[in-house]
């Protein structure tokens, strides 16, 4: 993408039609590679489909939500050509969550608040309908809970009170093999304050160790079967093991990661570089250096 050629991207994403996860995973891969040039448009241009369209939506949406967080004066009319991207990648391919899901990613722009249905402590309002068409395509889209869970964060204008409400709501309707086990793990670092005493010692209470190690037991034999390495998923399991001081079986998490690594949590408790380096050293892992 970088070189400004789509032919690959186009094969890499042909190829997901019917693997709503790995699509997911790849065309935000490649969007974050292709938002800061024109390639997407060219592709869309010169040869319209399901993949040019669902990744003129990503790099839209992508390109809305960086103007909106730095105020930049363009912010409402990038907002309104992602929406119609995100609209136009739907029709293309109605089967597909991919385009709702980077839709849902901007709902938190403007504070969509449908009703929450019954079930929840709080009940906070939300784009509740919108995750709801998501859901009917795919029940378990990983990233369509993620960006919904991520709309009650306190950092895009919601509370720890409904993002705990959410998470807890979302993971206990999950297989006990899936990955939305890990939502709670999520809601738990957004909700890290260092100023509260022992903060650094909430995962080591019963019920997150607890928590940490069923996602360990039941998900992440199942992680080694994926078509592409869930790196940001094993980070956070990862990063819940050793601070609930379970370092052996963090260090099998780490080896599932190989050589990639994400900013997050770790960008949540100081420098990610310096806390994952901190974190491997503690499982008796060596810390890569420069390359």
Known sequence: MRAGRYRYAQEALAETRSDFPLRAHRSLVLASEAAGS???ERWLAEEPGPESTLMWARVAVQRAIRAADDRDERAETLERIALTACDRAAAVAPKDPTPWVARLAMARLHRLRDPA???LLTA???PWRLFSHILSLDPWHREGHHRFLSFFFTRHGGSVNAAWDVAAFLSQRAPADSVLRLLP???LVESYNPTQLLADRVWEQPQW???ALAIYHHWLPRATGYRFTPVLDLAYLAHALVMA???FEARAVFTAMGPYA???PWSAFGDPAEQLSRARRACGLP?????
Do not use: C, I, Y
């Open 38 to 40: 024109d390639l997407v």
């Open 262 to 264: 994400s900013r997050m």
């Open 185 to 187: 793990l999520v809601a």
């Open 209 to 211: 160790r607890s928590t």
């Open 124 to 126: 906070p309002p939300g």
């Open 287 to 291: 810390v890569p250096g420069p390359a």
């Open 117 to 119: 249905p019954h079930g």
């Open 245 to 247: 001081q379970r370092e």
